[in-house]
């Protein structure tokens, strides 16, 4: 409790100069998927037989997983590690103290000329820091309530140790906050999300906004202390490197906020330090330190530059590809990126089907109405539940031509994937924070295992 309070204390007295205190996507990877129904029974046996495998692996009943009402989960937490999001106005407090010459604390007149010179607006800045500095008391004197021993850590200091030690993990934050904190989780230790910002932050992966409240979170603490939930498995995408040279501890995008000459710099100072030892170099099959809960991206670093790679999709033969990168994800990030990157609009809809209306001379209705099912009908197709051990890979901008052909599926649902880089200079992004250096020769093996799963709570709601 001391702990935590001083963590508190410091967070707000640090600025007291500045504040007077399911669904299936059919026929993608799968060649028997001709009879769509087959498909689906496919998809459901293959899926069932995953999670009894893990719910053995990890040593748990497959009746584990229950309905609300049911016999109670057996969960005691003692100790939680809350990891808090760095706000805005901490970050723009810390950058311009880092760039003093005796780093002493910016002055709040400074950071005022400073943010007003780019367009920025400080009470503004400050009035969201205060309302995450309130819901973040909240998170900790809500646990502390219960009797679980909280310690608070921000992004910059969170560590493994801390991790080992505590029972469950409460990110406070949105959802970068949530995939970052998940992203250092390596064993099957749970992971609490809660939105400390519902207004401007939407939260997917924490608790319902309901839970965000006081009232809320007080109830939604002692459903958890009582066993009143049930566990959500969220698969995650596994990374082994081999070949060329990788950087094994990652850049934090998230926590930096780097620009691209800022990015590439990095990379550079690292791939160089690595070179100048290469004789420590490890070319062998090494795993990645962090698992990948929405998506890797893999391609070059500049958007404006095409990347090449070769890839193989579920052990089928190595093709050439020219394009804008590839995006891999999981169910948890079929709602995220993949899905923004494959939605259709209503307006293509309705060009497709005019155009089928020439060509065929059929008089097709195309009313607002069947358009945007249409649409959405198309777009639901990408989504899938975040317990199945599959991914789905997209190919961005493919380049057509006698070089490089078109792979079987632009799209698709995988189990493993194989990209050997072929770029200049390249990246490997997992879950749009952790930065991987990926050019020419390095070979990336992408893969779900089910002890890779991370372990969440879902909640009646």
Request: charged fraction near 25%; glycine fraction near 6%; include cysteine.
């Amino acid at each position: 409790m001391a702990l935590s309070r001083l963590f508190l204390s410091k967070l707000s007295g640090a600025n007291t100069t500045f504040i007077n205190q399911q669904r299936i996507w059919c026929s993608l990877n799968f060649k028997a998927a001709n009879d769509c129904g087959n498909f689906a029974r496919t998809r459901l046996i293959c899926t069932s037989s995953v999670y009894l495998l893990e719910s053995k692996h990890r040593g748990h009943d497959h009746h584990a997983i229950r309905k609300y009402g049911s016999e109670p989960i057996s969960f005691n937490p003692k100790r939680a590690v809350v990891v808090s999001k760095m706000s805005r106005f901490e970050f723009e407090k810390r950058r311009y103290t880092d760039h003093q010459k005796d780093h002493r604390e910016v002055t709040e007149k400074k950071l005022r000329k400073v943010l007003a010179m780019r367009g920025s607006d400080y009470d503004r800045l400050m009035g969201i820091h205060e309302i995450h500095l309130r819901n973040l008391h909240m998170i900790v004197s809500t646990l502390e309530k219960y009797g679980i021993e909280v310690d608070i850590v921000q992004r910059q200091d969170y560590t493994t140790a801390q991790i080992q030690e505590a029972d469950m993990i409460v990110s406070a934050g949105g959802d970068g906050t949530f995939l970052m904190a998940a992203s250092k989780v390596l064993d099957d230790k749970p992971v609490l999300g809660v939105n400390t910002d519902t207004h401007r932050s939407e939260g997917y992966l924490c608790l319902p906004n309901k839970y965000s409240t006081l009232d809320g979170f007080d109830m939604a603490v002692k459903m958890i202390t009582t066993g009143n939930f049930k566990w959500k498995w969220r698969q995650r995408i596994r990374a082994t490197i081999e070949c060329g040279i990788i950087n094994m501890v990652p850049i934090d995008l998230h926590e930096e906020e780097l620009s691209f000459p800022d990015h590439r710099d990095r990379h550079i100072y690292q791939q160089d330090t690595l070179i100048n030892s290469y004789g420590d170099i490890d070319t062998g099959p090494r795993v990645l330190p962090v698992r990948a809960l929405n998506e890797v991206f893999m391609g070059e670093s500049l958007s404006s530059r095409a990347s090449y790679y070769e890839i193989s999709i579920d052990g089928g033969p190595m093709e050439k590809q020219k394009n804008s990168g590839i995006t891999v994800c999981t169910g948890t990030g079929s709602t995220s990126w993949t899905y923004n990157i494959n939605k259709l609009p209503p307006q293509s809809v309705q060009e497709i089907m005019r155009i089928i209306q020439k060509e065929t001379g059929t008089d097709i209705p195309v009313s607002e109405e069947i358009v945007q099912n249409i649409a959405q009908e198309f777009n639901d197709r990408v989504i899938f539940d975040a317990s199945e051990p599959s991914m789905v890979y997209t190919i961005r901008d493919p380049i057509i031509n006698g070089i490089y052909q078109q792979i079987w599926l632009p799209r698709g649902y995988a189990r493993r994937i194989i990209v050997r880089s072929r770029c200049f200079d390249a990246c490997l992004v997992m879950d749009g924070g952790s930065s991987f250096i990926f050019n020419d020769g390095a070979i990336a093996t992408l893969e779900t295992k089910p002890e890779d799963a991370l372990r969440t709570f879902e909640l009646d709601t």
